[in-house]
């Protein structure tokens, strides 16, 4: 079926550092990708999107990739700090009624 | 800015009861999505409305039904509850017309005992 998962479950980086979470997806029809961060018992946060028609997008301190060629999707976080731990979950949709299905989380640690 | 406002936040019932959760999406939003989160678990895509129309649906039980109203905001109805109901619900808005960016609420967290 539909499907989005992540590589790595848990991912522990050095406070300063970039981090890079990776996501593959199932649904090459999928035309739009969000990056979630989610904090316990908190709602998903919006973080990032990006369409297909793109490659690659920045934001503040984040970017996203979309490789469709190989249907993977990565964030990437730079100057990783404390306030960045949390589960982070890629998400895809196909058109704009699409249901927008997660992928499994990753857990990201930043150490102090 | 206003965001996506969930109620209740926290909601404890029994075994074969009835619950109803309230979604209200952010101004100006069409399109409103629902999503059951187990622990440790991904958002599970329940079910999601475009103009008041359900637009898809996703592994949503028969005991439960959803519908949107003309102010746009939404209700989740569960009935015959179970233990494995036990959840936190997600509600999210998208803006008019586009279905991107979709913003989730704060959640329920429903106890099913």
């Known amino acids: 079926g539909e499907s989005v998962g992540l590589h790595l479950p848990t991912l522990s980086v050095q406070e300063g550092d970039n981090s890079i979470i990776n996501c593959a997806y199932s649904n090459s029809a999928s035309d739009y990708f969000i990056w979630y961060k989610q904090e316990s018992g908190k709602g998903p946060q919006f973080i990032i999107d990006?369409?297909?028609?793109?490659d690659k997008r920045q934001g503040q301190r984040v970017t996203v990739l979309l490789n469709k060629t190989v249907k993977h999707l990565s964030l990437q976080i730079a100057a990783t700090q404390p306030g960045d731990s949390a589960v982070y979950f890629c998400a895809e949709k196909k058109g704009n009624t699409g249901k927008l299905i997660f992928g499994q989380g990753t857990t990201l640690q930043v150490k102090p | 800015a206003a965001g996506v406002i969930q109620s209740p936040r926290h909601l404890i019932k029994e075994k074969r009861e009835t619950a109803t959760l309230k979604c209200y999406p952010i101004?100006?939003?069409?399109?409103v999505y629902w999503y059951q989160q187990g622990p440790g678990q991904d958002p599970q895509f329940l079910i999601s409305?475009?103009?008041?129309?359900?637009?898809d649906k996703g592994s949503i039980p028969d005991r439960f039904s959803a519908q949107q109203f003309s102010d746009y905001h939404s209700e989740l109805n569960m009935s015959s509850l179970e233990l494995g109901d036990s959840a936190l619900y997600f509600c999210?808005?998208?803006?008019?017309?586009?279905?991107?960016?979709?913003?989730f609420g704060q959640g329920t967290r429903l106890t099913v005992v």
């Open positions: 409305f475009y103009e008041k129309m359900q637009s």
């Open positions: 999210a808005s998208s803006p008019l017309g586009t279905g991107r960016e979709a913003f």
């Open positions: 990006i369409r297909s028609n793109m």
């Open positions: 101004p100006r939003h069409d399109t």
